[in-house]
C-alpha cells in the first residue's frame, strides 16, 4: 500500500532563511509519481510539481528547489530565501501507475515571519 | 489559476440533510476526482469520474454519489449528512486521469453540517 509521511507537522522560519520541507513515501510499485501542493489559505490546492520514478534528476525553479532520493525514498523541497508569501500548508503526494490516486501527506505548515 | 470551478463556496447543513457540490473542470480535462480535507488532515480521495463513468473510489460509503455530465462538469452528493462530514471538499481535473496526469484542483467547497 502507499503511504506518504510528512514528519513536520509546522516549521516557522524568518523571512530570508532557507527551509526544507521532507517527504517521505512508500510504495511497492517501481512505476509511481510524485508531487507537491501549495494550500494557501483561501484552500485551493496549487500544483508545484510532479516527479516520475524513473527521473531522479533534481530540479529548481526560482526559489524552490525538489531533491529526489529514491534510496531513501525520499523527495524533499527547499524554499531558499523564504518570502512571507510562502506561508501555507505544503503537501507531498504520491500516485502509483495504474488506477490508484493521489495518496497525501498529513502536510506540513510553513510560518514565515516578516 | 487552474480553471477548475466550484460551488457553492461555502455552506452550511444540519445532521441528516443532503447536500449536492459542484465542479465545473478545466477545459480540455475529461476526468473529475473528488476529495475530502478534513481539519489539519491531507485530501482523502472519494471517488472520480472518467467520461461519466465512475473509475474508482476510496474508502467512504455509498451515501457519498456523484454524476459526471457530458460536459465534464461533476457533482457530489452526499445524504443523510452525519457531523464528520464537515469538511472541505475538493474537486480536481486531469486528462483521462491517475497519477500519471497531475490533477489541479478547485478552490474547494467547505462544508459545515450542524
Known amino acids: 500500500a502507499q503511504k506518504v509521511t510528512q514528519a513536520q507537522t509546522e516549521i516557522s522560519v524568518v523571512e530570508k532563511e532557507d527551509v526544507t520541507l521532507d517527504c517521505v513515501y512508500e510504495?511497492?510499485?517501481?512505476?509511481?509519481?510524485l508531487f507537491w501542493y501549495k494550500q494557501p489559505p483561501s484552500g485551493e490546492l496549487v500544483f508545484l510539481i510532479r516527479r516520475n520514478s524513473f527521473d531522479e534528476q533534481n530540479e529548481i525553479s526560482g526559489r524552490y528547489s525538489w531533491n529526489f532520493q529514491k534510496s531513501t525514498s525520499s523527495f524533499n523541497f527547499t524554499i531558499t530565501a523564504s518570502q512571507v508569501v510562502d506561508s501555507a500548508v505544503y503537501f507531498c503526494a504520491l500516485s502509483e501507475e495504474g488506477n490508484t490516486p493521489l495518496v497525501f501527506g498529513k502536510g506540513t505548515r510553513l510560518s514565515v515571519i516578516a | 489559476e487552474t480553471g477548475v470551478t466550484q460551488s457553492p463556496t461555502h455552506l452550511i447543513k444540519t445532521r441528516g440533510q443532503q447536500v449536492t457540490l459542484r465542479c465545473s473542470s478545466q477545459s480540455g480535462h475529461n476526468t473529475v476526482s473528488w476529495y475530502q480535507q478534513a481539519l489539519g488532515q491531507g485530501p482523502q480521495f472519494i471517488f472520480q469520474?472518467?467520461?461519466?463513468?465512475?473509475?474508482g473510489r476510496g474508502n467512504f460509503p455509498p451515501r457519498f454519489s456523484g454524476l459526471q455530465f457530458p460536459n465534464y462538469s461533476s457533482e457530489l452528493n452526499v445524504n443523510a449528512l452525519e457531523l464528520d462530514d464537515s469538511a472541505l471538499y475538493l474537486c480536481?481535473?486531469?486528462?483521462?486521469?491517475?497519477?500519471?496526469?497531475?490533477?489541479?484542483f478547485g478552490p474547494g467547497t467547505r462544508l459545515l453540517v450542524l
Open positions: 480536481a481535473s486531469s486528462l483521462v486521469g491517475w497519477g500519471r496526469e497531475t490533477q489541479y
Open positions: 469520474y472518467y467520461r461519466e463513468e465512475e473509475n
Open positions: 510504495t511497492r510499485d517501481t512505476t509511481y509519481y
